[in-house]
């Protein structure tokens, strides 16, 4: 998980217009990129900068500081918004079998999706919870930092080519349910049961400025990590461990790992194949200070 370990070498001049062109970002718009693996900001804008016609970052940069309409295009090629429902479908059956059993001890819980995207993994969550008789008494923070990104989670109509994908995610991870009770198909396209939605909250969240704001017996953040630096890494995870109960649960992607964070020791292994771990006893802010 340590971007920095696999970081490619850009030329100086171009490092250099990076730096001012998220600053400018952050100045202008107050959506901080900073902390982002520098790799994976370059590949993106690189095909940002052919989308705008631009030779250079500098000029992409004077096109979003004078119209924001380049900015909210920008904000697609900057966040990543690839996700499937019950993606990897090993992750919701470990949660269904190990997790919900100690979840069911709680008279109320709360879940954060952080990194939601366009919503299929909070209708992962939505339908697991239901079909294991905790949807109502939970409440689903899903949270994102593209307001477009959120605005398709929450209408929750996906191409119905998808579809097929799913449902097999779906039953392999246990599913108790066809997943067509949960969705109405017409015109190329499904929608989720709006019921699904009843108990989520959807807002914005900067995982690089924003706070903690809520106290949640789950979190899952999975394929968020892999863009952030070490710096950024080790603020995220120090949020969830802020944001977790005693003995609360998190999940990461399958291409991340708490090992290299200085909040490891705040969390022992509970699944470690699938990349589930547990909030332990341990107070987050010793780990700070011992840094």
């Known amino acids: 998980m340590d971007a920095a370990m696999t970081e490619d070498i850009f030329p100086p001049h171009e490092e250099l217009e990076l730096d001012l062109l998220l600053e400018a970002i952050f100045r202008q718009y107050?959506?901080?990129?900073?902390?982002?693996?520098?790799?994976?900001?370059?590949?993106?804008?690189?095909?940002?900068?052919?989308?705008h016609a631009c030779a250079s970052l500098s000029q992409l940069q004077h096109l979003l500081l004078r119209d924001p309409a380049v900015f909210a295009d920008l904000m697609g090629f900057l966040t990543i918004q690839v996700s499937e429902m019950f993606r990897d479908p090993a992750y919701f059956r470990a949660?269904?079998?190990?997790?919900?059993?100690?979840?069911?001890?709680?008279?109320?819980?709360?879940?954060?999706?952080?990194?939601?995207?366009n919503g299929e993994e909070f209708y992962s969550f939505a339908i697991?919870?239901?079909?294991?008789?905790?949807?109502?008494?939970?409440i689903f923070y899903c949270t994102d930092i593209s307001p477009a990104a959120l605005e398709k989670a929450e209408a929750g109509v996906?191409?119905?080519?998808?579809?097929?994908?799913?449902?097999?995610?779906?039953?392999?991870?246990?599913?108790?349910?066809?997943l067509s009770d949960y969705y109405t198909a017409a015109y190329g396209a499904v929608m989720f049961d709006k019921s699904l939605r009843r108990r989520a909250v959807f807002a914005?969240?900067?995982?690089?400025?924003?706070?903690?704001?809520a106290e949640a017996q789950l979190i899952s953040s999975r394929n968020v990590?892999?863009?952030?630096?070490?710096?950024?890494?080790?603020?995220?995870?120090?949020?969830?461990?802020?944001?977790?109960?005693?003995?609360?649960?998190?999940?990461?992607g399958a291409k991340e790992t708490l090992r290299f964070s200085r909040y490891a020791d705040g969390f022992a292994d509970f699944d470690e194949g699938e990349k589930i771990y547990r909030r332990n006893l341990t107070d987050l802010r010793t780990l700070d200070h011992a840094a």
């Open 30 to 51: 107050h959506y901080d990129f900073r902390g982002y693996s520098r790799g994976s900001l370059h590949r993106r804008l690189a095909r940002a900068q052919q989308r």
């Open 158 to 178: 996906y191409d119905l080519d998808r579809i097929q994908q799913f449902t097999e995610n779906h039953r392999l991870a246990g599913g108790r349910t066809s």
């Open 95 to 117: 949660l269904r079998e190990q997790v919900i059993p100690h979840l069911r001890t709680y008279p109320s819980l709360k879940v954060w999706i952080a990194g939601c995207a």
């Open 128 to 138: 697991l919870f239901r079909e294991e008789g905790l949807e109502d008494r939970t």
């Open 225 to 252: 990590l892999i863009y952030f630096d070490r710096d950024l890494q080790d603020r995220a995870l120090g949020l969830f461990g802020d944001s977790l109960v005693r003995g609360g649960f998190l999940g990461l």
């Open 204 to 213: 914005e969240h900067n995982l690089a400025s924003d706070q903690v704001f």
